[in-house]
Nanobody, 122 residues
Framework: VQLQASGGGLVQAGGSLILSCAAS????????MAWFRQALGKEREHVAT????????YYANSVEGRFAISRERAPDTVYLQMNDLKPEDTALYYC????????????????WGQGTEVTVSS
């Protein structure tokens, strides 16, 4: 499995970006895919998760109502629509895949993309 993330960039506060993550290999209904982020000097944190089969979504409190995770099949791609961006959203964003159906625990996401950088200026 390989995950290829793209779509990061520089945006002003209040702006929007959409991140994409293309996944090679098969993605089954029991799997979950997620976005995490890591700001400079901080630990990596969960942003959003989607269940591949049902499309159910789960968000960190800090992005609820501003970000939306979605997925498309064939090719298997997960998106993160980010609206009303704030300077505190500045981070390296990673997509990840769990074959265990994990929602939040980073340790159970076995496949990771390379990260795409998002910078929000004030």
């Amino acid at each position: 499995v390989q995950l290829q993330a793209s779509g990061g960039g520089l945006v002003q506060a209040g702006g929007s970006l959409i991140l994409s993550c293309a996944a090679s290999g098969r993605t089954f209904s029991s799997h979950t895919m997620a976005w995490f982020r890591q700001a400079l000097g901080k630990e990596r944190e969960h942003v959003a998760t989607i269940r591949w089969g049902t499309g159910s979504t789960y968000y960190a409190n800090s992005v609820e109502g501003r970000f939306a995770i979605s997925r498309e099949r064939a090719p298997d791609t997960v998106y993160l629509q980010m609206n009303d961006l704030k300077p505190e959203d500045t981070a390296l964003y990673y997509c990840a895949k769990s074959v265990r159906g994990t929602l939040y625990s980073q340790e159970s996401f076995h496949f990771w993309g390379q990260g795409t950088e998002v910078t929000v200026s004030s």
